[in-house]
């Protein structure tokens, strides 16, 4: 596993430690539907609740959702004022992650210090 893959994972436990995805009572938004079919709704195309959402957000950004899942993630974070700030958050420190991605930019000291708390959270290889 790759260290941008290792530092999703981490992100995704601080928003479950904070209440977000899959937290209880996080004060996320859940859409009337819980993803069921169409005839269950309806009519109305499948919702996702937020923490459908948020576990695709990841699939999402990478573009690796089937074109379905792609539609109804992105029609979460388009109606969603509690998910939209996540997405635009972890949608923007990937691009700063992808501009950033092997060029030493940072004083050694502080690369060194980042190194050994990866290090002694497991997530250096």
Same mark, same amino acid.
């Given at each position: ?5 290792? =530092?999703? @994972?981490?992100?995704?436990?601080? =928003? ?14 859940? %859409?009337? +539907?819980?993803?069921?079919? &169409?005839?269950?709704? #309806?009519?109305?195309?499948?919702? =996702? !609740? ?7 957000? *990841? /699939? ?7 074109? @379905? ?6 029609? $979460?974070? $388009?109606?969603?004022?509690?998910? *939209? ?5 972890? +949608?923007?420190?990937? &691009?700063?992650? /992808?501009?950033?991605? #092997?060029? &030493?930019?940072? %004083? +050694?000291?502080?690369? +060194?210090?980042?190194?050994? !708390? ?8």
């Amino acid at each position: 596993m790759d260290a941008i893959e290792r =530092l999703k @994972q981490v992100v995704a436990r601080l =928003l479950r430690a904070a209440g977000g995805a899959g937290g209880e009572g996080g004060g996320w938004s859940t %859409p009337a +539907s819980n993803g069921a079919d &169409e005839s269950a709704n #309806g009519g109305a195309p499948p919702v =996702l !609740t937020c923490q459908e959402a948020l576990e695709r957000l *990841y /699939e999402f950004l990478d573009g690796e959702l089937p074109s @379905q899942e792609m539609e109804l993630v992105e029609a $979460h974070f $388009h109606v969603c004022s509690r998910c *939209y700030p996540v997405l635009q958050f972890e +949608s923007a420190f990937l &691009e700063v992650l /992808e501009r950033v991605r #092997g060029r &030493e930019t940072c %004083p +050694s000291e502080l690369r +060194s210090r980042l190194m050994s !708390t990866l290090e002694a959270e497991g997530l250096k290889e």
